[in-house]
């Protein structure tokens, strides 16, 4: 289901920053996806409800950040050094909690924004 909307991608030079955007988030788990171009999507960054703990894919590790602003219900990922490969269309979801854990299966969606790093 599309009942999120994703904002600020667009084009960035490698080793560059960009802030993604996410609203509104939930007090629910959420979480970052991206998706490239003949490429099976991959998980990137996700966030549990009190925002007390988050977990990141290898590749992103020590380079993007997950985030969540209660007072505008936004959620965010901020991109550090950025490289080619990071080049996606990124989307964010709520996602299932497991007792006391985060999952990775998608409650719902948004349509994603564009990020495109150049070499």
């Known amino acids: 289901q599309v009942q999120l909307q994703e904002s600020g991608g667009g084009p960035v030079q490698a080793g560059g920053s960009l802030t993604l955007s996410c609203a509104p988030s939930?007090?629910?788990?959420m979480a970052w996806f991206r998706q490239a171009p003949g490429k099976e999507r991959e998980e990137v960054a996700l966030?549990?409800?009190?925002?007390?703990?988050?977990t990141y894919a290898n590749p992103v590790k020590g380079r993007f950040t997950i985030s969540r602003d209660s007072a505008k219900n936004t959620l965010y990922l901020q991109m550090n050094l950025l490289k080619p490969d990071d080049t996606a269309m990124y989307y964010c979801?709520?996602?299932?909690?497991?007792?006391?854990?985060?999952?990775?299966?998608?409650?719902?969606w948004g349509q994603g924004t564009q990020v495109t790093v150049s070499s």
């Open positions: 979801a709520a996602t299932y909690r497991l007792g006391g854990y985060c999952t990775w299966r998608p409650v719902y």
């Open positions: 939930s007090t629910y788990c």
């Open positions: 966030i549990n409800s009190d925002d007390s703990n988050t």
